[in-house]
């Protein structure tokens, strides 16, 4: 089945510990990205990548980083995650993009 | 600066037809796509325009004017289920940046029996 997965669907944490959101797609995409979605602010790009080795930042990408070492995985990486970085995210592929279920993220 | 606006909330009766309007000013344009939400699910994608006029897709039509920076999405025979977010998203093309993808804020539609 062609998906998009992320990993985990749920977390909670602290300020300051690292943590990473995985994301994988099978459908052999170039293209994959990270949004956040916050309520009354709606889907903020947070960084994209064209290609293997290729990344760009979006909207917002302050707090956050990426790898794309191979074209299935792009894993979102909060080196020390703070309090304003809860929210719902989506990793995505291809356009018109495939979503992922979504990681809601809750930082204490 | 680059916006993308539509209005927040809507309400329609079941069996009519509404229509969503998405405004947008963006440095680069190469393309305008529409997605829907459901609450607490991710979007799924609804169309796609890149020259102006109507692409139509069964009861969805999404509509785009390029000079004037405006698309609709209309949906026609309205069913309880349509009652979601309906997203318009642009992509950017600003001095070789082709992946940016800006996303509106969301109408969120309330179908009525």
């Known amino acids: 089945e062609a998906q998009v997965t992320q990993n985990p669907r749920y977390l909670i944490t602290v300020t300051g510990k690292k943590l990473t959101v995985t994301c994988s797609q099978n459908m052999n995409h170039e293209y994959m990205s990270w949004y956040r979605q916050d309520p009354g602010l709606g889907l903020r790009q947070i960084y994209y990548?064209?290609?293997?080795?290729?990344?760009d930042k979006g909207d917002v990408p302050e707090g956050y980083k990426v790898s794309r070492k191979e074209k299935r995985n792009f894993p979102l990486i909060l080196e020390s995650p703070s309090p304003n970085q809860t929210s719902l995210y989506f990793c995505?592929?291809?356009?018109?993009?495939?979503f992922g279920p979504g990681t809601r993220l809750l930082v204490l | 600066g680059q916006n993308i606006d539509q209005p927040t909330e809507m309400t329609a009766t079941e069996g009519a037809i509404v229509q969503i309007n998405c405004t947008y000013q963006?440095?680069?344009?190469?393309?305008l796509f529409w997605y829907q939400q459901h609450a607490g699910e991710a979007p799924t994608f609804l169309s796609y325009n890149v020259l102006d006029g109507l692409e139509e897709k069964g009861r969805f039509s999404s509509f785009l004017s390029r000079s004037k920076g405006y698309s609709y999405l209309l949906l026609k025979e309205l069913q309880m289920k349509d009652s979601a977010s309906y997203l318009c998203?642009?992509?950017?093309?600003?001095?070789?940046?082709?992946?940016?993808?800006?996303f509106g804020k969301g109408t969120k539609l309330s179908v009525k029996p």
């Open positions: 995505a592929s291809s356009f018109p993009q495939y």
């Open positions: 998203a642009v992509r950017d093309h600003d001095g070789g940046s082709q992946g940016n993808l800006i």
């Open positions: 990548s064209m290609n293997v080795e290729v990344t």
């Open positions: 963006t440095s680069g344009f190469n393309g």
